[in-house]
């Protein structure tokens, strides 16, 4: 059990995160502000929200975890995943979604392909990001159970709690702000560690020499075809050119963000800024990893118990605190983010788009409050079972998102680039990739080549279905093609230069 100092800490991080996300709730008036923070984000609040959002408990704890049991490997997730699929969602998926107005990527797909096609993706994100809920709060009992002591259970419900009324109360306006409050203290609390880990293990050379006498693999960025979790081609092919890309292009509670930019400008600058922010992400949960696998004089009963442990045997009193308090925070970021984007997927997509079509703004804004709060209550119900039956949080992550991922990447990216796409490609094509990716699972693929292959197979029957239907309308897909785009500003471009040369 922790006292004094570090207690004092936590317990005022927590109380100020909830009061400042409690405060924003007079900002919210309709069903826009709630979802959409009104669309008044600006570029700063958007990049750090969304740093906030994705260095979040699973990185944390669950990419720890990881690097203790693989080693420097997993930073691939950043190094080669991360910074190249941000620059091109931002200079090619973001405006097209901000440019069709839409709450969520599921709509976009509705907007440029069919209502099934929107129905499928967000049945597909809205039970996906249920299940991260799950393994979020299940990260967050874990390490309040560890550091602090207090059963996993009770863990789950403080963070469900205190989460779950900002989130209803304040939307995604409470969400962002307290993201960039978060990511601050997770900067100070991740460079702490990294710093007092360098200074017990002698530095960057005594931490090589104290792991590689066991672990002679731990150094290296791409493992053996034969590893069993991150073959060195399944990274490339898998990671690098299909599961980055796909979240940082598709997944709902980064994009959402930008969605609420208050211009196309800000948007994309907020997803720039946010690449810039990445490139030091793998410090800060990478390295606790290996201290806790150099220090650690018995094994961890639990990979995923490594960030904990380092918090705990590494750091003095107050800076114990500051540090806990900086992984607490990106628990709550990855909960917040997660619980507001689930709800403005059903509520969107779902209960507005099929089930009460014509009701009252007001009615859509306390049915997504509503919706919050019984979400906040099945992710913490669901929360051990589902975790506990893979090995890891982080393997959890990412076995779930290959499911769909591959799939919902060619399908928005045919979308964008390929006016010839047609309705019937895009439906096919995400079914098809979908049940590809099913089918791979049930054969113990590794999941980095399920997410290849199902992409490759969505790709495929999209492109061979539109080549055999209908073309869909010119106006249809204006302001949703790239082609388009690019030809109806040139078009404008170029009556602008008669009118200004008087012609």
């Known amino acids: 059990m922790i006292g004094g100092i570090d207690l004092f800490i936590v317990v005022f991080f927590i109380v100020g995160v909830f009061v400042v996300g409690v405060y924003f709730k007079k900002f919210i008036h309709t069903s826009e502000d709630f979802f959409l923070a009104g669309r008044r984000l600006g570029w700063w609040v958007i990049g750090m929200s969304i740093i906030g959002t994705n260095i979040g408990s ?5 990419g720890a975890g990881a690097a203790y049991d693989v080693g420097i490997a997993q930073a691939n997730y950043e190094w080669i995943g991360a910074i190249p699929a941000m620059v091109i969602s931002a200079l090619l998926f973001v405006p097209y979604y901000w440019r069709a107005g839409a709450y969520t990527v599921p709509e976009y797909l509705g907007k440029r392909y069919s ?82 880990g360098f200074h017990e293990v002698g530095g960057w050379s005594g931490l090589v020499e104290r792991i590689t006498v066991e672990h002679p ?31 940082w292009c598709c997944h709902q509670a980064i994009i959402q963000r930008t969605l609420g930019a208050r211009s196309e400008w800000d948007a994309k600058a907020g997803m720039l800024s946010a690449a810039f922010l990445k490139t030091l992400v793998p410090l800060l949960y990478v390295l606790p990893g290996l201290f806790v696998l150099a ?61 009460v079509r014509k009701a009252s703004d007001r009615h859509y804004l306390n049915f997504g409050r509503g919706l919050t709060l019984i979400f906040v209550v099945v992710g913490a119900l669901l929360a051990e079972p589902l975790t506990t039956s893979f090995s890891g949080i982080y393997l959890a992550m990412q076995t779930l998102l290959t499911i769909f991922q591959g799939p919902t990447l060619a399908t928005v990216l045919l979308g964008i680039m390929w006016a010839r796409a047609t309705r019937w490609g ?31 197979a969505a790709m495929i029957i999209n492109a061979l279905v539109s080549l055999l239907t209908k073309p869909e309308p010119t106006e249809k897909l204006r302001g949703l093609v790239y082609g388009l785009v690019m030809k109806d500003e040139h078009i404008q471009n170029s009556l602008s230069s008669r009118v200004e040369g008087g012609e």
């Open 426 to 456: 895009g439906l096919f094509g995400l079914v098809g990739g979908v049940a590809c990716s099913t089918i791979l699972h049930m054969t113990d693929m590794n999941f980095l080549y399920v997410a290849w292959w199902s992409f490759v």
């Open 295 to 355: 220090l650690a004089t018995e094994p961890l009963a639990d990979k995923d118990q490594a960030l904990p442990w380092a918090i705990k045997n590494l750091l003095p009193a107050g800076l114990a605190g500051l540090v806990f308090a900086a992984f607490l925070a990106a628990i709550f970021s990855s909960v917040d983010s997660t619980l507001n984007s689930a709800v403005t997927i059903w509520t969107r997509d779902i209960y507005q788009n099929f089930i």
């Open 115 to 196: 209502q099934p096609v929107r129905v499928i993706e967000a049945l597909l994100w809205g039970t996906f990001l249920i299940c991260c809920l799950a393994i979020f709060f299940w990260a967050s009992g874990l390490m309040i159970n560890t550091y602090i002591g207090w059963p996993i259970w009770l863990g789950i419900l403080l963070t469900a709690v205190i989460v779950g009324i900002y989130t209803v109360t304040g939307g995604l306006t409470a969400v962002a702000m307290t993201d960039v409050i978060q990511l601050a203290i997770m900067l100070v609390g991740g460079f702490a560690v990294a710093i007092i």
């Open 58 to 62: 699973y990185d944390y704890v669950g």
């Open 217 to 247: 693999d731990h150094f290296r960025l791409f493992l053996p075809l034969s590893h069993e979790t991150y073959p060195w081609l399944g990274m490339i092919f898998g990671l690098g050119l299909v599961l980055s890309p796909a979240w």
